[in-house]
């Protein structure tokens, strides 16, 4: 059992697991939005953090969640086992971005995922209002305006997006810092 992981470990697990072309993508832009997170958060393990946004839905493709929702994340982590990875601290994160598991997000590292993976879903959201449906013509202040819309992009969990203001990040400036993540990449996730 190997208790690291580099990048390319991580991207050539997600690609033996996961084929839709739309999980992928948000796996790419959960993982920018990770980064940096990280550069903010945990600058010296801005990869580990990077790893843990890509494989946070490794299971997606794998595990009977539509029966089973709270066996979205333990698979994932019986999936790094199964392949020699035993990393505790990024199972525990995997785990605490599904609540119905019945772990509860409480490091930052945690936290920071929890509330990446909605955003990354309501950025894409907000894209698409545009007419070039281009991340590149999106506002941080649309982010926010959407934001207060409960009926918009429903399916985006406001209050785990909100549990970055646990680890000391305004929603303000995480909407700008997830925004300018996925427009780094977004070619790469077809954004
Ligand atoms: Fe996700």
Redesign the pocket.
Known sequence: MSDTMTREQANELLHKYVKGENYIT?SYA?EAIMRALARRLDPEREEFWACCGLL??LDEETANWRVDFASHGPVSCQILRDNGFEIPEMEEAIKA?NPICGKVAKTTLELALLAA?PMSGFVKAVAQIYPDKKVASVKPKSIRKRFKETRFAAGANRQYMMAIEEVGIPFDDFAEIALQAMVEIADEIGL
Do not use: P, T
Request: hydrophobic share 15%.
């Open positions: 948000h959960v946070h839905d971005h993976d």
